[in-house]
Nanobody, 117 residues
Framework: QVQLVESGGGLVQPGGSLRLSCAAS??????????MGWYRQAPGKQRELVAA???????NYPDSVKGKFTIFRDNARSTVYLQMNSLKPEDTAVYYC?????????WGQGTQVTVSS
């Protein structure tokens, strides 16, 4: 069982930036084996992937956030980050972290991001 704790959400003005963190309750040796992802879910919408990073460091983004969001990981801290720039009101959502190893997925509890003036 892996526990994921997200942090860094909050209220930001349009055009602003936020960095989300997701800390995993696992050793650094095990964390290195996980593929990690960030998802978001806006009210009334399905949860969607916004960024993914493999254990090898390859990244993937949907077109909607490409060039705005950056995912990176610090294996020594068992943490994955999501740097979000040029935020817009439509980026408002609860952001979730997910870890994947084989057939096992674990989710964090989510952190609210609100983009509003």
């Amino acid at each position: 069982q892996v526990q994921l704790v997200e942090s860094g959400g909050g209220l930001v003005q349009p055009g602003g930036s936020l960095r989300l963190s997701c800390a995993a309750s696992t050793s650094t040796l095990i964390f290195r084996l996980y593929d990690m992802g960030w998802y978001r879910q806006a009210p009334g919408k399905q949860r969607e992937l916004v960024a993914a990073i493999t254990r090898g460091g390859s990244t993937n983004y949907p077109d909607s956030v490409k060039g705005k969001f950056t995912i990176f990981r610090d294996n020594a801290r068992s943490t994955v980050y999501l740097q979000m720039n040029s935020l817009k009101p439509e980026d408002t959502a609860v952001y979730y972290c997910k870890s994947s190893l084989g057939s096992k997925d674990y989710w964090g509890q989510g952190t609210q991001v609100t983009v509003s003036s």
